[in-house]
């Protein structure tokens, strides 16, 4: 594993051109954030090669967040410091709780998942703890601390969903739509405004604060990595987000 890039972000803007504060972030977040967007896992997608068992392992994970996903979003709602920031993040959150809902229920059918299995389904490792960094960053942290977490949750989605969409469309359904949902115009346009927040927020905070929030970015990016090898392989980490 290469070494971790330590560089402060008045270091990094001082040596790049259009220094974004988000682009540190992700930079600070490597090796992590290259193997949670460019995991196997993703490409199995695009390429419609995705094994059925591992995908169903996959949903039925992914289905018992979206509730902490939604908390998230209703913590930084009332946390956002004004009315545009609370309309964006309020309109991710009605999305969120109909469209999306709505895939996953006909994708268990598809897959044969019973009722049952997915409503009783308890979370593993991994996404006990990409639940709990997301919901204490937002709940009990700032402004900026929960909006970086989902900021690298969203943009791990968007990166690699933009990605396959490039390639052409697998047969499956759920492969297809899971793609599309996370490379429409919409999603697009919500995670450059996290961005952009976030761009603005961050080069005023403190030194401390800035390190904190490449902290939680590295954490994030090391979760999503084993949550995407944890549905392939169908075997947890011993230490989920271990970075």
């Not at 090669?49 to 992914?62: K, V």
């Not at 961050?202 to 939680?216: K, N, T, V, Y």
Request: contains cysteine; proline residues 6%; aromatic residues 14%.
């Amino acid at each position: 594993m290469s070494a971790p890039f330590t560089r402060s972000f008045d270091d990094y803007r001082a040596s790049v051109s259009d220094a974004r504060f988000t682009d540190w972030l992700a930079q600070r977040a490597e090796p992590f954030w290259s193997e949670a967007t460019d995991h196997v896992f993703t490409h199995a997608i695009g390429d419609g090669t995705m094994p059925d068992e591992a995908y169903a392992r996959y949903l039925i994970e992914d289905y018992t967040f979206i509730t902490d996903l939604a908390s998230t979003l209703g913590f930084l709602v009332a946390k956002a410091p004004d009315m545009p920031a609370k309309s964006r993040l309020s309109a991710f959150l009605a999305l969120l709780t109909s469209e999306e809902n709505d895939y996953f229920l006909r994708s268990f059918e598809a897959l044969g998942v019973p009722q049952e299995t997915y409503m009783r389904a308890a979370q593993g490792p991994v996404t006990r703890s990409f639940a709990d960094l997301l919901l204490k960053s937002s709940g009990e942290g700032t402004y900026p601390e929960g909006l970086t977490c989902l900021l690298c949750a969203e943009w791990c989605y968007l990166t690699w969903g933009m990605r396959e969409a490039r390639k052409p469309k697998p047969v499956q359904f759920y492969l297809a739509e899971w793609i599309d949902l996370h490379a429409v115009a919409g999603f697009e346009d919500f995670v450059n405004w996290i961005r952009q927040e976030l761009d603005r927020i961050g080069p005023s905070l403190s030194d401390e604060m800035q390190e904190r929030l490449a902290d939680l970015f590295r954490q994030m990016s090391a979760l999503e990595r084993d949550f995407f090898e944890t549905a392939w392989t169908g075997r947890p980490p011993k230490h989920p987000g271990a970075v």
